[in-house]
């Protein structure tokens, strides 16, 4: 039993890295790589309640 | 599982963290990586400097704590920015320290993490074990499973992985409380030993002072990592109420986790076992004889642990997040997920060095391998500690009070930051007592890693990137 969650564990981390990385590789082919690389780092406006509703749902 | 977000964004927009946290968010991501440490790893100051030295450790090591919680509220809450101690470093100092402080974050993280999944694998063995299995169950995939899952999770989204951990890490912190009441720790007559902290002065003292001093190196297991509340900063929906909040709440539960932890044990194990135990508070269960105390510590070990190791991941990223995005290192690393709002690429990258120093001192059959490890991750830790002293006093030098708001004002000042400044420099004579060597092998590194900003990195540095927070021009300037 213990050998068969071993390779379940291998399965299940390879398939999430896999999923990943394919996403990782996608927005970088999607999006513009000036428009990924650079975010805004302060931003005071406070979030909206639309934000907070979002973040609690 | 994927966090709330306003869908995709648009091109035409500029692209932020996602601010969702609240102050309990806060709390849960700085002891969230900390309480690992009253599981395991904090009575190695019993072995070095007894019983007492052991409480007086997590009491002066609390006062260290103390004093850089509420420094960081300080600082947080004016800059509230990814990075945390980095950006304040650069704010305050300028390139080469930010990117020291940087570099000690994201080791100081990416260490423990992998530390935390050495453990993981290493208690569902134990597990396997108590459930009759006579195999050996191997290490390498239960700790890259927890690596690659925790890391999935926050590659979706900073609100479901704080708030996951919020959950794990106050049913820890409850495990602790249960093992109280369950002996009765107000009554020590009931199930506790006391006789050992009492009568000849070497039951709790057996190394006199020095021993003391010795323990203060480990008594940082009882908060290492609550600075780390910093890095969620920009992910606040108002950082300058989240960030004091949260901390504060943060290093006061750590502070009675400690007190608590260190009384439990103390009463249960005797010192010379406690000094090496593996899994203390584990161990003070099944002391205990309860088939339920045994149970609950068990899954509050492997909680506060998943817990530590989700936190390491969220701040490691961000510190390596925000150093891309000022060109301290390639900007790829500085993105921005378009529809999960997280640094994604930050996330994926250290994936892979998490698990190799996870899996090296199993692959290589050396356990001392992980103490240096976890080593590297403490010392990593109190250089940006003993960093932050220095960036404080410039940092009300260059913004004295009333000149920008702040969210927390730290009170009796300039106290906190000598505090902190002579405690740290007390817990470094204290590592160095014990790990001289890897204390110089690890600032011979940090050298060469500022040789090499300078004479390649620096040219690419943002020029602009020194003051983004929107305060005012700081004073001379």
């Known amino acids: ?57 | 599982m994927q966090d709330a977000a306003p869908g995709p964004a648009r091109q035409e927009e500029h692209l932020s963290l996602l601010k969702v946290l609240s102050p309990v968010h806060i709390w849960a991501l700085g002891v969230g990586i900390v309480l690992v440490g009253e599981f395991m790893g904090w009575n190695f100051t019993v072995e070095k400097g007894g019983m007492y030295g052991s409480l007086i450790a997590a009491w002066v090591v609390g006062l260290l704590y103390t004093s850089l919680v509420m420094i960081n509220s300080e600082i947080t809450s004016t800059i509230p920015a990814a990075g945390g101690q980095y950006a304040q470093a650069k704010h305050t100092i300028g390139p080469l320290m930010a990117f020291n402080v940087g570099l000690y974050l994201t080791m100081a993280y990416t260490m423990l993490e992998a530390a935390n999944a050495n453990v993981l694998s290493y208690l569902l063995t134990e597990l396997s074990g108590l459930l009759g299995s006579s195999e050996g169950l191997s290490a390498y995939p239960f700790a890259t499973l927890a690596i690659v899952a925790l890391a999935f999770l926050n590659y979706r989204g900073v609100f479901t992985s704080l708030s996951i951990n919020f959950v794990i890490t106050a049913f820890a912190f409850l495990t602790i409380i249960a093992l109280f009441i369950g002996i009765q720790a107000w009554n020590p007559g009931a199930n506790m030993f006391l006789d050992g902290l009492t009568g000849e002065v070497a039951n709790g003292l057996p190394y006199g002072w020095i021993g003391v001093i010795a323990a203060f190196q480990f008594g940082m297991w009882y908060y290492l990592g609550i600075e780390g509340t910093a890095q969620a900063a920009e992910e606040c929906r108002s950082a300058s109420r989240s960030i004091p909040l949260g901390s504060m709440a943060g290093i006061v539960t750590l502070i009675i986790a400690a007190t608590l932890t260190w009384y439990v044990c103390a009463g249960l194990l005797p010192w010379q076992y406690l000094g090496t135990a593996i899994t203390p508070l584990f161990d003070a269960a099944r002391v205990a004889d309860s088939d339920v105390l045994i149970i609950l510590l068990l899954l509050g070990t492997l909680c506060a642990t998943l817990a530590s190791a989700n936190g390491c991941i969220n701040d490691a990223s961000r510190a390596w997040f925000s150093m891309g995005r000022d060109r301290y290192l390639p900007a790829w690393f500085g993105a921005v997920h378009p529809r999960y709002r997280t640094p994604f690429r930050a996330i994926v990258f250290l994936i892979p060095v998490a698990i190799a120093f996870a899996i090296l001192p199993v692959l290589l059959n050396n356990p001392t391998l992980l103490s240096t490890v976890i080593t590297f991750s403490i010392l990593s830790g109190l250089l940006g500690y003993s960093f932050m002293v220095p960036n404080f006093f410039r940092f009300r030098k260059l913004w004295p009070l009333g000149a920008v708001r702040r969210g927390y004002v730290l009170p009796f000042h300039p106290l906190p930051a000598v505090a902190l400044g002579l405690l740290s420099a007390m817990v470094f004579f204290a590592t160095f007592l014990g790990y001289g060597t890897v204390l110089l092998s690890i600032l011979a590194f940090y050298f060469l890693a500022s040789i090499w900003f300078v004479v390649r990195r620096y040219k690419y540095v943002k020029r602009g990137a020194q003051f983004t927070a929107p305060l005012p021009r700081p004073k001379g300037y």
């Open chain 1, 1 to 57: 039993m213990w050998s068969a969650l071993e390779i379940a564990a291998w399965v299940l981390s390879a398939g999430i890295a896999l999923w990943m990385v394919a996403d990782l590789v996608r927005v970088g082919r999607e999006y513009d790589e000036d428009f990924l690389t650079t975010a805004v780092e302060i931003d005071n406006v406070p979030a909206s309640m639309d934000d907070e509703e979002d973040g609690v749902g």
